[in-house]
């Protein structure tokens, strides 16, 4: 088991332990099996280590670059491992023998483990780009890599080594937010190389997982700009689109499954929708993989409001059953639906271009009034009232009996500077409580147009600025509700806008075609 949360790991322990507590039997040994680590970030095949490269399957790469003196390293860890596999625990002495053979297993893979994490360092670093280390640049850290694993390295080469490992550390927590901790890549061919190393087939017979979720919008913010670019060079091969997070877990899964393998993961109902599937589902299913069961949406079990779907994959042709919505089928499409007489990717109707948006993504509460302040300031001086606009939410249309807004929202548009100088009281509030959030943003232009929004809908704005109304609804909700919305309203982000004033358009949006 893996997670990226140190402490979930050692929970993951204690439930383990507690699931399997008999009377007089020591704590379960399960350190060489459940470890932490972000298990996007990480070497995978044998190959990466040999080229010194992730993509050793590039053209340009046409021979090996790193000496073999690593494997030798790895079969002692693998010894290691299934010698302490090999027996219970029984007592205190074989709770301590088994500590000792996983210590010296992990210190076997911790020579190696600087290598990979050049390697994503490096990775990170070039994300975006097309600089690529030159094969001379290569074949200096093959033999500064060949004299630390040998242990031959002069008083010179070991400080080029500290370097390099210094850089690698670097490299890889380069754009990682401030709020985030150092990365910490999990490398899965050292870390559990009996899996990728021996046997007619490499990689995990089953994978089961419930990844994380995050909107392709907030991604760079939340994790950094470059880290997302590994995700589309690295994970996606270079497929690229407004995915979730939890597209990039089904390919990595992908990666990692031997072939015949299967993995199910729990993921967002968007999973099988729009630029998601197409990162995610559609790649696996083009490189062979076969979905041979599906609940595409379900509402989560936990407190949070959101639909999930349930995924099960197989690495190969399958010629069992299919069960859809526990429903059998003869096939399963990317789009978790049976396959019809029209297939392959839809194609967006240029008719329906500009009829549907997302609300304004603000970045920064401070934009936010209660309502009572907002009339306050309109009351001292009534052109406040230009700036000054009810704002709707998501969970306004979802808790509020009449759909109304709950709170007022400043609002500068696209105005210069300048231009919301002439409101010097609210851009106070602005500067005031907008302005040291954005100091912190990663992005260039959030930071220094501190007074406007984050993501700023002007498409949204342009097409509806001669409406009476708009419909809308939430963006995440387990009931199609639409609601009529007067212009002049500030819409979030948590909502969808619908470019119609009309009931016509109401009744098609709420009608059951839509509800199912």
Sequence with gaps: GVDKNPLAVEMAKLSLWLVTLAKGRPFTFLDHALKWGDSLLGITRAEQIEYLNL???????????????????????????????SFSVNGIEDLQEKERLFQEAERAIDRLRFVGDYLIGRALADAGKTSDLTTEDLMVVSQRIEQELEGKATEEQTRDITALKASAERMLNLGNPANQPPRKPFHWLLEFPEVFLEGETKGFAAIVGNPPFQGAGKISDAIGGNYREYLVERIANGQRGSADLCAYFFLQAGKLIEREGHFGLVATNTIAQGDTREVGLEQLVTDGCTITRAIPSRPWSGTANLEVAYVWIYNGNWFGTRSLEN?????????????????????????????????????????????????????????????????????????RFDQSPSRWIINFRDWSLDAALSYSDILSIVEQRVKPERSENKRGSRRERWWLYGDYAIGLERTIKDMRRVLVRSRVSNINSIAFVPNGVVISEAAIVFAFEDFAAFATLQGVAHNE
Excluded: C
């Design 327 to 399: 429903n059998l089928v003869t096939s399963i499409t990317p789009f978790l639906t049976t396959p019809g007489k029209s297939l392959g990717k839809p194609h967006q109707l240029f008719l329906n271009s500009n009829k549907a948006f997302k609300g304004h993504n603000v970045y920064g509460m401070g934009f936010v009034l209660e309502t009572k302040e907002a009339q306050a300031l309109i009351e001292s001086n009534k052109l406040n009232r230009n700036v000054l606009f009810p704002y709707i939410t998501g969970q306004d249309l979802n808790s």
């Design 55 to 85: 993509n050793p399957d590039n053209e340009v790469v046409q021979y090996p670059i790193a000496s073999q003196i690593w494997r030798p390293i790895l079969q002692d860890a693998i010894a290691k491992r299934r010698k302490l596999e």
